[in-house]
């Protein structure tokens, strides 16, 4: 194609994106369908020669009869003025070669890209198609985690007349055995010497990929075409372990296996190499998740304060008393410490041997706290885990306005006691309510509203309000008060309780008062940056707040996890939202609110293996969690496992008490199993609960989506927008965009919400 020409059939040409042996790639618009698309033509020089040309076209034949997620879609085939064009999938990201020279790459996003493209090829195999070009620059990376195959140009060729290229490109040259083609620093040896090749060729070209992206480096090149020729027929690959540190056994085993010379010494299939990928990628897990590996950094749980009072209420002041010290020490350099959700489910007489297996800590703090009227006893202890020494105890006997210096008191003496160092850049002020206004009766109120808001039931949430505005009327100027009653607005708004658009502007004003006060609690900035990403839809606002929160505070781990709520949702970084949700499951271990989310993220990319180990983890913490069979639903649903779909979803709808958006789920559930009544009898139940309370939209835009009925989706996806339901996000992710297909109103709504 001429460079001044712009239209191809109905596909307008935007710009040049890229240029190898087989074609050059543009991106396109399909006018027809208001969509992105590559376009793939062959160079003018070699559309007139009939093999060329017939080459060029077996790509379309090979691709197109392929159907797999981890696979480039190829769209059409077609002719303009004499040119011939493949049209395909449109995938933004970066490829694998260019991933390869930025840095480093982690090896479990290895070993799960690994696990995809080996799925991909054993799918191409088992319909007679072997890669025979396969390599870093032929494999995309979607901004999503997904590994796309690309470029199977030479799949069943049959040539007789080819020619050379350069090192770096596809290599094509006739020998005594046969034809060689394929690119030298991946192709089999089989393929070196011009054999038949089938897919254990393809295998060894995929152990060549894994090896380059673990050390950076191809593991046959040499300094000339020939000697790397001869590497890849005579020497053996460096094993990736001796390259570096911390390759597991198994991962060095898989590649090297791969990577033998002989055939039949190899993995028999791509379907065997996917296998022993999932059991490395278990064995990184056990490694990641399981508490009984004590990391070397120094690591703590401080355990609620048991209430010796005798009265049950005044519980809240020793879990109280226990959050701002973990607070506290949260600022010390070179500390782990433990998450409140997680040292917080551990309560009354304990196994301190099991807590810290559980934890994955070295050290515990456990007290106990007596108050009666102004006098407060408090007592606690620092115990080492390996030999259940105490390493530090003390017993205070003080007033309750002394409170503060008792918490100073035993963050030093635990800094001391582990000899840690404050870091440089500790406030000098922990910034507490309490010492900007020394209203303790407010201070009071306010630790025994964030102790009810925890609960989120209705009950709870009730008496948490009730808490905060009498602290605000003590103490106006509080500032803990303030951004703790914005949470509760929050929470209303999140779980549904009240129209989210209400609740949202409502803590809003209440979080603007708490940074009026203090700019520096932590807490605020992080319900500041959750209401700019789910009232607002300002993800680029919403992320300052987060890395603000993080700034005073690299512990806190419900800023973080809010943070990869934001690049899942504003910006489908799913990678980036993995690696701070595993930084936050370091810190909370054991809660079942952030290993399920996880969960809901892999699912969300797509990856629903992934999705049900992450689920089925949580409820071997917390068997009656919602959201892990919530999200274990949807993901048998995609692999076609209908029964245990529905019977799982079931189960997360009674677990979270009935709510709404159960019905829509099931509804959604039962039509993909091809059920004809249950869908219409769910919606009618939704529409009964309708008229009693509030029910977010996005319940009958799933009940919608499973029927087929796209109009009333579509209806419903836009209320749920405009409501700000903090479900309308939901429907940018699997298992809900295909039913969307490439409908423009779907991506006008996305636009509402700043997604595209």
């Not at 990929?209 to 090149?221: C, D, K, P, S, Y």
């Not at 692999?639 to 019977?647: K, N, S, T, V, Y």
């Not at 004809?676 to 139940?685: H, K, N, V, Y």
Request: charged share 25%; net charge negative.
């Amino acid at each position: 194609m001429a460079s001044s020409v712009t239209t191809l059939l109905h596909y307008r040409v935007l710009e040049k994106i890229g240029e190898g042996g087989m074609g050059v790639v543009y991106r396109a618009i399909d006018t027809r369908l208001d969509r992105e698309v590559a376009i793939k033509l062959m160079p003018p020089d070699s559309a007139a020669d009939p093999d060329r040309k017939r080459r060029f076209m077996i790509e379309a034949r090979a691709a197109s009869a392929l159907n797999h997620p981890n696979i480039v879609t190829i769209h059409d085939v077609a002719s303009a003025d004499g040119t011939d064009f493949l049209v395909m999938e449109y995938v933004r990201g970066d490829t694998i070669s260019a991933r390869i020279k930025q840095a480093a790459m982690p090896i479990a996003d290895v070993v799960q890209w690994g696990i995809q493209i080996a799925d991909a090829l054993a799918k191409a195999h088992l319909a007679g198609i072997v890669h025979r070009d396969l390599k870093p620059s032929n494999i995309m990376i979607t901004p999503d985690g997904l590994a796309k195959v690309m470029d199977f140009g030479l799949a069943k060729l049959d040539e007789t007349k080819l020619t050379a290229a350069s090192a770096d490109e596809t290599l094509t040259l006739q020998t005594q055995a046969g034809i060689l083609i394929g690119t030298m620093a991946y192709m089999s040896p089989e393929q070196a010497e011009g054999k038949p090749v089938d897919g254990r060729s393809d295998v060894f070209s995929f152990g060549a990929v894994l090896h380059e992206m673990i050390t950076g480096r191809r593991a046959f090149q040499r300094e000339s075409s020939i000697s790397t020729l001869v590497a890849v027929l005579r020497e053996d690959a460096p094993s990736v372990a001796s390259l570096r540190g911390g390759i597991s056994t198994a991962l060095d085993h898989v590649i090297g296996r791969c990577l033998r010379k002989d055939p039949a010494r190899r993995f028999q299939s791509m379907t065997e190499v996917k296998a022993a990928l999932e059991d490395v990628r278990a064995e990184l897990s056990s490694v990641c998740c399981t508490a009984a590996v004590v990391p070397e950094t120094p690591s703590i749980a401080v355990l609620p304060f048991s209430n010796l009072s005798g009265d049950k209420e005044n519980e809240y002041f020793g879990d109280g008393l226990a959050e701002e010290i973990i607070n506290a020490l949260t600022r010390v350099e070179g500390l782990r410490v433990i998450a409140r959700t997680s040292s917080f489910r551990f309560r009354g007489d304990l196994d301190l041997k099991e807590v810290g297996e559980k934890l994955s800590v070295q050290h515990v703090l456990e007290g106990s706290v007596r108050k009666a009227g102004n006098r407060i006893r408090v007592t606690a202890q620092l115990i080492s885990i390996a030999d259940d020494s105490h390493l530090w105890s003390q017993r205070y006997d003080r007033e309750l306005e002394d409170i503060f210096e008792i918490q100073d008191e035993i963050a030093r003496a635990i800094v001391e006691g582990l000899k840690l160092k404050l870091a440089p850049s500790e406030p000098a002020s922990q910034a507490t309510c309490t010492r900007q206004a020394g209203n303790m009766e407010a201070y009071g109120l306010a630790l025994q509203g964030r102790y009810h808001l925890q609960k989120l039931t209705p009950d709870g949430l009730a008496r948490a309000k009730a808490c905060f505005e009498q602290a605000i009327s003590l103490d106006p100027n509080c500032a803990m008060a303030h951004t703790s009653l914005s949470a509760y607005w929050f929470s209303l708004g999140a779980i549904g309780l009240m129209p989210p658009r209400q609740a949202f502007a409502t803590a809003r004003v209440a979080a603007d008062k708490a940074l009026e006060l203090d700019n520096t609690l932590p807490e605020s900035h992080a319900v500041a940056g959750a209401l700019l990403m789910n009232h607002e839809y300002d993800w680029e606002g919403a992320r300052r707040e987060f890395e603000i929160a993080l700034a005073f505070n690299p512990s806190a781990v419900i800023p973080r996890a809010h943070l990869a709520h934001m690049l899942v949702n504003g910006y489908g970084r799913y990678q980036e939202a993995a690696a701070n949700m595993q930084r936050v499951l370091e810190l909370d271990p054991v809660s079942p609110a952030y290993r399920a989310v996880t969960g809901c993220y892999f699912l969300f990319a797509g990856n629903t293996q992934r999705a049900i180990e992450e689920s089925t983890l949580t409820l071997q913490t917390d068997p009656a969690y919602h959201w892990a069979h919530w999200t274990l639903g949807m993901s048998y649903s995609e692999l076609g496992r209908h029964d245990e779909a529905i019977a799982s979803m079931q189960r997360a709808f009674e677990f979270s008490g009935r709510n709404p958006i159960g019905f829509g789920a099931l509804a959604f559930l039962h039509a993909r199993a091809g059920h004809a009544d249950e869908p219409r009898q769910l919606l009618d139940q939704l529409e009964a609960v309708t008229q009693t309370r509030y029910v977010s939209t996005s319940a009958h835009c799933m009940a919608y989506l499973g029927l087929g009925q796209l109009d009333d989706a579509l209806k419903a996806f836009e209320t749920s927008i405009e409501n700000r339901d903090f479900t309308a996000q939901w429907f940018r992710h699997t298992p809900f965009r295909a039913h969307f297909k490439d409908d423009p109103r779907y991506h006008a709504l996305l636009g509402k919400m700043n997604m595209e």
